[in-house]
T-cell receptor, first 113, second 112 residues
Framework: TQLLEQSPQFLSIQEGENLTVYCNSSSVFSSLQWYRQEPGEGPVLLVT???GGEVKKLKRLTFQFGDARKDSSLHITAAQPGDTGLYLC?????????????WGAGTKLIIKP | GAGVSQSPRYKVAKRGQDVALRCDPISGHVSLFWYQQALGQGPEFLTY????????KSGLPSDRFFAERPEGSVSTLKIQRTQQEDSAVYLC??????????FGPGTRLTVL
């Protein structure tokens, strides 16, 4: 079974703090994607990482793909209330079909003003 | 619009009723996916289309679930004889030539 485990499941912090969300697996992924989902909406893609060790930045968000392509992290600097939402990681398993995403259960993030 | 649209946004059904959920993908997108999402959880794969061909339906939970995409564009997910455990948000996503999937807003189904 190819699972993506996200941690923490829930995080509530004050505006201005930094945080890191993790996405881990024992399997290798061809690519890994991070999505943010707000209530009543579908997930919105934030970034796709493909290369082991890759780091991508999106304003205050920094995404890293592990060297072995089994894990990823999302770091938010100086969190803002607008960052509140459900953060989901999803990956394309290396040896399986090239279309079906394996999803983590998500990290529910609340940023308090 | 330019994004994926789904209708209805909300559906309340009595147990035993049939429902049909519609997805309008981004124009030109070959791939189309249906997912089921429980509250606070990640999406669970239901089925995948490439154009009009349903290449994978391994995630459909029972034979009460049926999906079609007859002309390779709009897709319909049908649930027959709905049960309370079918209550969830049903997400549709479409994709082009990359792994990226673009999601619609979902249909929240409540079965009473």
């Amino acid at each position: 079974t190819q699972l993506l485990e996200q941690s923490p499941q829930f995080l509530s912090i004050q505006e201005g703090e930094n945080l890191t969300v993790y996405c881990n697996s024992s399997s290798v992924f061809s690519s890994l994607q991070w999505y943010r989902q707000e209530p009543g909406e579908g997930p919105v893609l934030l970034v796709t990482v493909v290369t082991g060790g890759e780091v991508k930045k999106l304003k205050r968000l920094t995404f890293q793909f592990g060297d072995a392509r089994k894990d990823s992290s999302l770091h938010i600097t100086a969190a803002q209330p607008g960052d509140t939402g459900l953060y989901l990681c999803a990956g394309v398993p290396q040896k399986d079909s090239n279309y079906q995403l394996i999803w983590g259960a998500g990290t529910k993030l609340i940023i308090k003003p | 619009g330019a994004g994926v649209s789904q209708s209805p946004r909300y559906k309340v059904a009595k147990r035993g009723q049939d429902v049909a959920l519609r997805c309008d993908p981004i124009s030109g997108h070959v791939s189309l996916f249906w997912y089921q999402q429980a509250l606070g959880q990640g999406p669970e794969f239901l089925t995948y289309f490439q154009n009009e061909a349903q290449l994978d339906k391994s995630g459909l939970p029972s034979d009460r679930f049926f999906a079609e995409r007859p002309e390779g564009s709009v897709s319909t997910l049908k649930i027959q004889r709905t049960q309370q455990e079918d209550s969830a948000v049903y997400l549709c996503a479409s994709g082009g030539t990359t792994d990226t999937q673009y999601f619609g807003p979902g249909t929240r189904l409540t079965v009473l």
